[in-house]
């Protein structure tokens, strides 16, 4: 289905679309037909027996469902340097690196041209339906994206993130402006080695070209919010650097001030207007349209953890519609936005049943009696494409063309309706809980929740929260939750242990409540840090090899997490603790 770039055809892209849609069992079957005997010559596959066969059923009796976890020893070899097909056909020259948020440190995912190819078909389908609302111009596209420093592994591979993958991929930049979504910075700027000279000269590539910019995206949401935080800090610099046409000294790689000194031409009449508009702004509100009198939306994805960052996006946007990106991870896509006139909190995704093949765990299933997810009492049975029903709760298993077969990949999505006989998914949480003690069972969703109840006070105040996190303290008995905050501006001791015994009253799970008015569970405790903690936090990730356009905030941090959890201690300045359950 992918178009070549020079013929892209948007009634083209959606024929094809609901053609695919409209028998998708028959299109998995040819999709798992397709990946096994691309790689029937692995290694993997072999050893399981499946002996050439290429249907569903033979598929699902010889291969385990697998985690990240049973893939290492495989994997490990790749990148050792092991050139045999041991998990594809064709050799693996390049992995993928998680952004390592979840568990503190990146995975190894393995990528290939498939990969690219599933993307671009992710992204040609998603635009199409984006356009056909939304139609834009030929311009450019404000785009917050940053590659990932390139590691060389001991075997010579090349690891970085996904999103790196697909920016330094050939056909991308050719995509792009077929999609009329061309980047506006140079490549200088994506690839630079400090994040804070590219997102300076993001910015400042934006306001050059502000008459042409169609739309502002990133890959999260929280890149987007971050660019403008930046923006309120350096907007005069901004100013006198077009005014004059010179580039502040504060960036000092040669390869991005050469690349800008290209664009920068002094323009005291641009400068004069933006300083205007900046000024005229009531708290920044409605900032991005003013930069930006031609955006006709943002872009990005801003559901599952990225949703806590959609007020300040739309304090951002004022009028502007926030559109949500695609479903997909550092393994691969999924998905499609397909309704993006839906808000980002009702967005759902259809499924493209070519690009994969996938398979759906009932959540009843691997729940135990507490309602806890327990991957261990019973072997599940995952569930076809087009068997799910709709208002059910799955975990998705994902087999791609590039050496993931039944791969479990942690998410929890919620059947809401069907396009032609594909379902459209809407993201609920990572399948692992995310704070639990006893018999309670906080997600990410409950967690969000409670913080934006708490908001609503410091709001009040005016004040906002600015990024925050979580852990469960086992330290001493009984164990308790602790939520750290980081705010906007100071708030009085009174307001702030409001906001702990209102986030303490705002996680409603019977099994929480019931345990803190019996006390196997303690008084919740909120741990104020200073300004920077989570900037700290960004910057302990892009150490790690992280892109900042791939990055999320821990929103609860493990043991083994001993370095987010050492940042966030050191900089608590104070400490509240409940006393909802006196």
């Known amino acids: 289905m992918l178009e070549k770039v020079g013929e892209f055809n948007m009634d083209k892209v959606i024929q094809e679309f609901e053609l695919l849609t409209r028998d998708a069992e028959r299109v998995q079957r040819e999709t798992l037909k397709r990946i096994l005997e691309d790689n029937a010559s692995a290694e993997y596959l072999q050893s399981l027996g499946l002996n050439g066969r290429t249907d569903p059923e033979s598929f699902k009796a010889c291969v385990p469902l697998v985690t990240h976890k049973e893939l290492e020893p495989y994997i490990y070899r790749i990148i050792d340097g092991d050139a045999s097909p041991i998990l594809t056909g064709k050799p693996i020259t390049t992995m993928s690196l998680s952004s390592g948020t979840t568990q503190g440190k990146p995975k190894y995912v393995p990528w290939n041209d498939e990969l690219y190819e599933t993307t671009m078909q992710i992204y040609q389908t998603s635009f199409v339906f984006r356009n056909r609302e939304f139609p834009i111009k030929n311009g450019k596209a404000l785009s917050f994206i940053y590659g990932s420093k390139q590691l060389k592994t001991k075997g010579g591979l090349a690891a970085r993130t996904a999103t790196s993958n697909v920016f330094c991929s050939a056909g991308y930049k050719c995509a792009m402006r077929a999609l009329q979504s061309q ?224 791969y479990r990949l942690g998410d929890v999505v919620k059947v809401m309706g069907f396009h032609n006989s594909t379902p459209e998914l809407k993201f609920i949480r990572r399948s692992s809980l995310l704070l639990n003690i006893n018999i309670d069972k906080n997600t990410e969703k409950d967690l969000q929740l409670a913080v934006e109840a708490a908001g609503k006070l410091l709001a009040e105040e005016k004040l906002e929260v600015v990024d925050f996190s979580s852990q469960v303290d086992l330290s001493k008995e009984p164990g308790h939750y602790v939520i750290f905050w980081e705010i906007s501006g100071e708030a009085s001791q009174e307001l702030l242990l409001e906001c702990c015994n209102c986030l303490d009253k705002s996680f409603v799970d019977a099994g929480y409540t019931s345990s803190r008015k019996v006390n196997c569970i303690g008084a919740l405790e909120l741990r104020l840090v200073r300004r920077g903690t989570f900037q700290k936090i960004l910057d302990h990730y892009l150490g790690l090899g992280t892109a900042v356009s791939q990055y999320k905030t821990p929103r609860c941090v493990g043991p083994t997490n001993t370095r987010v959890l050492q940042i966030l201690s050191e900089n608590v300045v104070n400490n509240y603790l409940s006393t909802a359950f006196n």
């Open 183 to 406: 980047c506006c910075s140079p490549d200088e700027v994506i690839f630079g080695p400090d994040f804070f000279q590219s997102l300076y000269c993001h910015l400042l590539c934006g306001l050059i070209f502000r008459e042409e910019v169609q739309f502002v995206s990133s890959t999260f949401a929280h890149s987007i919010v971050h660019a403008f935080r930046t923006f309120e800090q350096v907007w005069e610099e901004l100013c006198n650097d077009i005014r004059e046409g010179v580039l502040t000294r504060n960036v000092t790689i040669p390869s991005i001030r050469m690349a800008m000194s290209k664009l920068l031409k002094p323009n005291p009449e641009l400068a004069n207007t933006i300083h205007q508009k900046c000024r005229g702004l009531s708290n920044w509100y409605g900032l991005i349209p003013e930069l930006f009198p031609n955006a006709k939306y943002i872009y990005g994805i801003m559901t599952g953890s990225m949703e806590p960052y959609l007020k300040k996006m739309r304090h951002y946007a004022g009028e502007l519609p926030l559109l949500t990106a695609d479903y997909g991870s550092s393994e691969g896509w999924i998905a499609a936005n397909v309704n993006p006139q839906l808000p980002p909190e009702y967005a759902t995704y259809a499924v493209l049943p070519h690009i994969g093949y996938f398979e759906f765990i009932p959540l009843s299933e691997f729940e135990n009696t507490k309602g806890e997810p327990d991957f261990l009492c019973v072997d599940p049975k995952p569930m076809g494409l087009t068997e799910v029903k709709v208002g059910e709760e799955y975990e998705i298993v994902m087999t791609n063309p590039a050496g993931l077969y039944r």
